[in-house]
């Protein structure tokens, strides 16, 4: 009986950890916190793209989240990473996941 | 009895409504924002010939001109398309390419405009690293033909502005870092080209090293005659010891010329400017106080990869140093904050109310640390003699933009371009 339940536990564990791992993220969610956390500020709307500071609208969820878990690590990746890294840092796996839903989305056709 | 109390309380009540009256009916305009152009890429400066004429850059992409017939590309940078002609030595980098822009006062005789730009035409020996002479930002001078179609006869007449080669371990670190560039002519046909530090620790403060200054030149790009640099500096000089000046505007009624400079985290700038003095910039290490800084430059410095009090930061390295001796020091500092500074103007005209003669100054918006992003056009009400503001307020655009050219029109708006692609143009009613 104590094996049966420490087996279930151990189900509903994993269960919960792979679901927070496969969060899909909730572009609208992302669309707010693009604009809360002024992201916008240097990408510009949708990620467009501003003076110096890259596209980031467009791109794959790939791409996009592990350039943010990157930064969030601390590590460099080409110029002006020192920026995106103070930001990254406050960014929780959620967060993560709703911001690259959200641009992954844009279209700038 | 009852009389004089009615007669009283309607004295009261007339004088009230004058009082009200005259207390809410002041002649602040009623502004309409309207959008002339989109699509651009990163549009930078503006310059009005007349109604129908206006010249602009596009940092990586070249100078244009709209018309009433249409925008007509003139000419481009390297890479870009559908310009007659380009200079293949012109590039962009990080915040640095085709940037300032002013139409000669003589226009109408020698049809010649001016811009300015990065380009690796004048490099020779330098560029070899961050801490070599890289003469990298220029002016040039063009014709631009009768049909207003294309440009010709080129004359690089300023070639030894400094440019940033390559990335630096600084929070904004990388290449192209802080070049100025914007150009205006004063009333008396001097033409003055504004600086950045390039992230160069001993820019601002040198003598000889074209960065960090204001240079006041003729249109052949030689000093003019009245700079009064101190002694052993460059001629061109008007001013030195700035950080990053993308604002210059000339008082309309008065001999006063202004800049906005853009802050390191702290402190963002209005400075009256003054014959030969010093903006009191240094970021240079093992100076005032500090020590060794990463790549030899302070101006992030202390904590350069956290966000931190303004103020402390101020006090490591500041804006406006009272070390100095020839400080210029702020007509104002934008509250201690940098929300980024980016251009200047005055408002002319009566149509204008009591805004006439302000200075209007775009912040582009920057949110580090916990400063509010903050971009907008601020509007900046003076005292006489330049050195204190009254007041500022915000003009109510009705949304925010990286405000990064401003320019007045023949017409009696304002344009503003922004670095979303887009230019308004800005009417008081």
Redesign the interface.
Known sequence: MINKSFFVLKLITLSCALSLSSYAGDAAIGEKKFKEK?CV??H??KG?G???YPRIGGKEISYLTKRLETYRAGKKV???S??M??NAKKLSDEDIADLTAYLSEQNFD | MRNKIKWLSKSLIVGLSALSVSAFADDTPKIKVEQVHKDLK?PWDMAFLDNDTMFFTE?CDGLSVATKDGVNKLYGMKGSKGYPSAGEDLFCE??AGMLGLAIDPNFKKNRMIYVASTSNKHHGDGCKDNKDVCNGNIVMKFKVSEDFKSVSERNDIITDIQYKPF?SD???????AHNGARLRFDKQGALWVTGGDRHKGDCPQSPTLICGKVLRVDTDGNAWKGNKPPKGFDKRIYTYGHRSVQGIAFHPKKNQVFTAEHGPWHNDEITLLQNGKNGGWDPAPNVGGRGDCPDDYCGYMPN????MDPAVRGAFTPMSDTRFKDLMYPTWNNMGLSQGTGSAAFLTGKQWGKWENRLVVGV?????GDTP?G?RIDVIDLTDDGKAIRGVITMPMGFSE?F?GLTMGPDGALYAAV???KIYKITAE
């Open positions: 002024n500020t240097c510009g709307p467009m501003l003076a110096s080409g110029s002006n020192d920026l890294i103070m | 990163n940092k990080g915040q990335e600084h929070p904004f670190g990388g290449p192209g350069q990869k956290e966000g582009m918006g920057i949110a580090f992003a971009a990286r990064r670095d979303e692609g």
